[in-house]
């Protein structure tokens, strides 16, 4: 009997055909099942109803159509994962302190962070490169400190960027004309650079009019914003400490690696900060150091040893003028093993050095691999490297093949959302884009016309290609979208998501490791008011990124994907709305 006859009440008998008509019996079963089912009924409305107090789960208010609440004024600068009330219990050791700490899942808090008063549209670019809303960043601290030495200085409602900074204070262009003398930096030769400790990242700045893209990071620190005024000015710049991990880059990616007072140990702890650049470092690119320990007081024995370790490296010393110091990474394959005062060796065979998320910092040098083939001089000039796979592609299965699609793809894509989606790209509107989902980089790649810089995210549970994105001379990171992102609130205008279900879903097993909320609630925090998201994925997903995306506040619309993506998928671009705290 199924369980549908088994739960229908028995009769017995039939019908009588006189005045007093039928009557249903129950036999003993029928009243065993009907008492299971009023238990189980009673039981899931115990547990799925939340207890007074008790609210629902971010991600289930979201599809219920509940509005995600202000956080506090005090939390306009959020920075979930480099928290001082978090990291301040941590150890000091090798500034462990300082590196990305986030909050376990569920601790975060759920909330739309709000703009500080007075916020406006920030200044357009390339007027930002000069000067910005001061109330948009109302922190006076490095203006105060750093003034004299041509950092920033307040003027009216703006603040001013001379484009000085502590080892060029009369200024980034002098200072690049001087470094010109000795690095290729006009030629084309040279298009990605690493700025380490950066202040606010006038050295990246100025070097934009070269065809130079330069990441700047700094960690948070006692200056307060260093990196938050970096990206307000339109700089590419990330939130970053170099401490015990390796920085979240690929291998062999930076054409040159520079400190300007960066003050960064390279000598501490056996070397290892030195052995990081060196694993960050293209072969043939430059590594320049500007203050300590060049030449400086009272650090004779650390700049002896910077020296004799570069010299164990096989770097050649270009120059040292003054406090500045250069060198030239060998182009060939290193050349180590050899007899230094280091005792520093190369790396396993099973060292893979682009593991670089959450990866612990190695004291041994990483094995280079096509090291003749993508050094500088050999991997092809700028902007010819843009468009043609290099060796690193062809690593991949099918990767010169895979390279010219992707290519082909995004041309069409960025193409469709600026004349049929009306995605502002090429205009003001939009100056600092991220790329969630990068794989070869093929959208920065399309935009590469448009006034804007991209950070090309390559997610850390997917293919390691960022290297080569790194070839084709564009820059990025490695990241999990189920953390928090290493920036500042309200610092991209343009945030673009391909496929944003496979960002939280586990490539093995296909489950989620977090919510499709949890990742758009991120994009809030990092989106400019006004900003705009651009999420593709299956029509499915899209449906429930449209309810996610009313909860936080943005104004959403759906279309249909290209002719050429073949209608599965859909598209929504929405827009962060422009909302203030109500005064108190």
Known sequence: MGLLSSLRPHRRGALSGGGGGGQWQWSFLDAVWAVFLLAVVIFLALVFTPRRGEPLSAASSALAGATVPPCAASEVDLLPCEDPRRSSRLSREMNYYRERHCPARGEAPVCLVPPPRGYRVPVPWPESLHKIWHDNMPYGKIAERKGHQGWMKQEGSYFIFPGGGTMFPDGAEQYIE?????????????RTGLDMGCGVASFGGFLLKENILTLSFAPRDSHKSQIQFALERGIPAFLLMLGTRRLPFPAQSFDFVHCSRCLIPFMAYNGSYLIEVDRLLRPGGYLIISGPPVQWKKQEKEWAELQEMALAFCYKLITVDGNTAIWKKPTEASCLPNQNGFNIDLCSTDD???????????KCVSKVSLADEIAVGSILKWPDRLSKPSARASLMDNGANLFELDTQKW????????????????????????DMNAYLGGL???????????????????PLTLGVIYDRGLIGVYHDWCEPFSTYPRTYDLIHADRINSLIRDPISGKSRCDLFDVMLEMDRILRPEGIAVIRDSPDVIDKAAQVAQSIRWTV??????????????????????WKLPLT
């Open 178 to 190: 001087k470094l010109a003398l000795y690095v290729p930096l006009k030629s084309g030769l040279l």
């Open 444 to 462: 920065a790649a399309a935009a590469v016309s448009d006034p804007v810089w991209v950070m090309n995210v390559v997610p850390a549970q997917k």
């Open 411 to 434: 041309v069409k894509r960025v193409s469709f959302y600026k004349k049929s989606l009306g995605v502002k790209l090429g205009t003001a509107k939009i100056r600092n884009v991220m």
């Open 352 to 362: 893979d050095p682009d593991q670089a998320w959450y990866f612990k910092l190695k």
């Open 557 to 578: 619309q759906v279309h249909d994907s290209e002719p050429e993506s073949g209608g599965t998928e859909k598209i929504l671009v929405a827009t962060k709305t422009f």
